[in-house]
């Protein structure tokens, strides 16, 4: 059984740093893809960072240079490195898993993820 728990959501000032955490249980990261996934309001679901099984990366055009997905595998936790946030960085974040060949792990298309965490928010202002 796959879980995700996303933590580190909240409100800052355009400019500003967070960082999120994603916990998994039931995976192993060198089987998965993983990523980040934002909503705005209004908007579709958009992938910002996605990270390969061989830890390979793929960024969002519009996060790139502010931004930096990251895992621990010793302790199964994803992580986003969020800084110089802008208000268009505002949504709810949210991270996804999938074992590496059902998904393409070198884009940012959420097709094919099943597993999601219940995701937390960022606000931008």
């Known amino acids: 059984h796959v879980q995700l728990v996303e933590s580190g959501g909240g409100s800052v000032q355009a400019g500003g740093s967070l960082r999120l955490s994603c916990a998994a249980s039931?995976?192993?990261?060198?089987?998965?893809?993983i990523g980040w996934f934002r909503q705005a309001p209004g908007k579709e679901r958009e992938g910002v960072a996605v990270m390969d099984s061989d830890g390979s990366v793929t960024y969002a055009d519009s996060v790139k240079g502010r931004f930096t997905i990251s895992r621990d595998p010793a302790t199964n936790t994803l992580y986003l490195e969020m800084n110089s946030l802008k208000p268009e960085d505002t949504g709810t974040y949210y991270c996804?898993?999938?074992?590496?060949?059902?998904?393409?792990?070198?884009?940012?298309?959420?097709?094919?993820?099943?597993?999601w965490g219940q995701g937390t928010q960022v606000t931008v202002s």
């Open positions: 039931g995976i192993t990261f060198s089987d998965y893809c």
């Open positions: 996804a898993a999938e074992e590496g060949w059902t998904v393409n792990c070198r884009g940012l298309s959420d097709y094919g993820y099943v597993n």
